[in-house]
């Protein structure tokens, strides 16, 4: 047989884009697998959760759950007298807490008389030490976004949000074919001319650190139609099919024309070294490649080329640990006692990359979902102050923190639509919200940790939203307004009103039980704009002091009977299948400072938002308006 020269001598980049024009269309097939088998897959839609976790209000300590009011008073010179069965109930961690108790206190806060009777010192706060429900995950919650590589923090998650299966993209098998005459199975007696075939091996264990699933294939001499037997075969029940020697074009190099026999040949030949004369070509459908049999050639395809066609065909972007500095946005407390690992969220502002720790309850699993990185308080170290310098540990690539846009301020369930949206979109970009309320998301402008703040803001005096709050507390900076929408606000009942609740007003009636949202939240501002309109105290409501951190949470905890009613959105309450009062609309808008719409990952969001796939969600959900969805408003 005559000697063959390559076809083409082609740059890596041309290469790797006239392949992938040819192949793409065998990747992101679809699969439905168990959620406590599906590290490392890659989702192929997004995963809500389906109950809340916990999904009943449980205690935080061991202890006894009673009611708050029958610890009014107690105190060192005047301690309580509690009688079990009649005053309290004994719990340990973890146990429901009956609907009729309010809070629970710790067995080391109790003294026992006898059997049946303790003493306490201290009076009680009403939900002290109870986790309610809803606490860590909300039912309908978006855990993780579709093109998302789960990690086993998002399986405790997903199976915390009652999710047991999930959909993923298909992880490929790919086929391993070692050839060559002078091959030998590794442990066999060498003679001379004998090489080990240990590249199978490498590329086996390169497989499964790419994410893909290998099969390998016993040595093949040089023969061709043995080659070509073999590779048929290989196709047939492969996904990929990788070939290893008789890339080149010496005498009994078959790989090309194997290739050229069965499917087609696209590349033969790419300008690098090592490396240069690797195949890519397709059989059946099926990418095959013809790799070279020097080791170092082989390392740099599979890792150039092979890895690529791994990752795109299950839409898996790998990610490599990092260590980075940040500067701590708010302050940290410890104790001496321990060595201390707080849930970091990060995202670069200008150009600080600002650290924002997260929740720090044991119980709270999103905050590992969430969390970019991981802060390690040293034993010695009591806290560490607003301002410093903190190395962190990376959970996720930086380029992707780099790519995210930083919102914090009022929730909305859109927001997590909008998140999963823009990476559907352009997968390098990212959106992470903090729910702290519309003042909590003023403030983050005002001290540069955030790129955005969602708000709903509602001037008392002139009747207007968001602007003179902005002219207030942000009159230094340069700040423009991207309109939202405009939602219904309201009272969220239980089906059917069985209280027959039909005004504010009404939730200062005796034996309503009402959940407010956190002090700064706009929904609050609301609400204490209707009281005093109404004349109506705060401590005529039963339940004001109680506290939600989203519009989902509310409801859960109204269609869960732990209250009667809550203050929010239309869409949550229509999500939980509840009744709803309407209240009032109002203008839910995004604050942005103007520097950051030259952003691209902003340009991205608006677009986003402008898209007929996220309107037509709006319309799903329900209780939105947008005549001017992503029209950018400047204030003056």
């Not at 405790?156 to 070692?178: D, F, R, S």
């Not at 093949?220 to 290893?244: F, G, M, P, W």
């Not at 009744?579 to 109002?586: G, H, Q, R």
Request: hydrophobic share 40%; net charge negative; charged share 25%.
């Amino acid at each position: 047989m005559t000697q063959k020269v390559y076809l083409l001598n082609y740059e890596l980049k041309e290469a790797l884009k006239k392949y992938f024009d040819n192949i793409k269309s065998s990747f992101l097939n679809k699969e439905s697998v168990s959620t406590d088998e599906c590290l490392g897959r890659v989702t192929s839609e997004a995963v809500y959760s389906k109950i809340s976790s916990p999904f009943y209000n449980c205690s935080a300590m061991d202890g006894i759950a009673l009611q708050s009011s029958s610890t009014i008073g107690a105190s060192e010179k005047k301690p309580i007298i509690l009688e079990e069965g009649k005053n309290y109930l004994l719990v340990d961690t973890g146990d429901p807490i009956p609907k009729e108790y309010d809070c629970v206190i710790m067995v080391e806060d109790i003294v026992k008389i006898d059997e049946n009777r303790i003493k306490i010192y201290k009076s009680a706060a009403p939900w002290q030490h109870i986790r309610p429900l809803g606490e860590d995950i909300v039912e309908s919650q978006l855990i993780v976004p579709s093109g998302h590589v789960v990690r086993p923090v998002d399986i405790g998650a997903m199976l915390a949000g009652g999710v047991n299966i999930i959909e993923v993209y298909k992880k490929p098998l790919v086929g391993i074919i070692p050839t060559g005459t002078e091959l030998v199975d590794p442990g066999t007696d060498l003679k001379v001319g004998d090489i080990i075939d240990f590249n199978s091996r490498v590329f086996s264990a390169q497989v499964i650190e790419y994410g893909g699933i290998p099969k390998r294939y016993g040595i093949v001499k040089d023969n061709y139609e043995i080659l070509k037997e073999t590779l048929e075969k290989a196709a047939s029940k492969c996904d990929i099919v990788v070939i290893n020697a008789g890339s080149s074009a010496g005498r009994e190099d078959y790989t090309s024309d194997v290739i050229s026999d069965l499917g087609e040949v696209y590349v033969h030949g790419v300008s690098i070294k090592p490396g240069k004369p690797v195949i890519m070509g397709k059989v059946k459908n099926k990418p095959v490649l013809g790799i070279p049999g020097y080791p170092v050639s082989a390392y740099f395809i599979m890792d150039k080329v092979l890895k690529k066609i791994i990752e795109e065909y299950q839409g898996m972007n790998q990610q490599k640990e990092q260590t980075v500095e940040a500067i701590l946005s708010r302050r940290i407390m410890s104790s001496l006692k321990y060595l201390e690992f707080v849930r970091i969220k990060l995202g670069y502002v200008e150009d600080k990359l600002i650290a924002t720790p997260l929740s720090r309850g044991a119980g709270a699993t999103m905050s590992l979902v969430m969390a970019d990185g991981i802060l390690e308080v040293p034993q010695n170290v009591e806290g560490m102050e607003a301002g410093t310098k903190v190395q962190i540990s990376l959970m996720k690539n930086i380029d992707e923190i780099k790519n995210t846009i930083v919102c914090i301020g009022s929730h909305d369930p859109i927001l997590d639509v909008l998140s999963n949206l823009l990476h559907v979109k352009n997968p390098d970009y990212y959106l992470s919200s903090a729910h702290v309320g519309s003042m909590g998301g003023i403030m983050a402008l005002k001290n540069e940790e955030a790129h955005i703040a969602p708000i709903h803001l509602l001037d008392m005096e002139s009747g207007e939203y968001n602007i003179s709050y902005i002219n207030k507390y942000l009159k230094d900076k340069n700040i423009a307004i991207i309109k939202v929408v405009n939602r219904i606000q309201g009272l969220m009942v239980q089906k059917g009103n069985p209280l027959g609740l039909k005004q504010i007003s009404d939730i200062s009636k005796k034996g309503v039980r009402f959940v407010n949202r956190q002090r700064g939240a706009g929904t609050r501002l609301l609400l204490d704009y209707y009281l005093r309109e109404l004349n109506i105290s705060p401590n005529d409501i039963n339940g004001y002091e109680r506290e939600e951190f989203t519009h989902l949470s509310v409801a859960a905890a109204v269609a869960s009977g732990d209250v009667d009613c809550g203050l929010g959105i239309y869409s949550a309450a229509k999500i939980m299948g509840l009744d709803f009062i309407p209240v009032c609309n109002e203008e839910y808008d995004f604050a942005v400072p103007e520097e950051y719409l030259k952003m691209e990952t902003i340009k991205e969001l608006i677009d986003v938002m402008k898209s007929d796939t996220f309107l037509k969600e709006l319309d799903r959900l329900g209780g939105y308006e947008y005549p001017n969805m992503g029209k950018i408003v400047l204030i003056k």
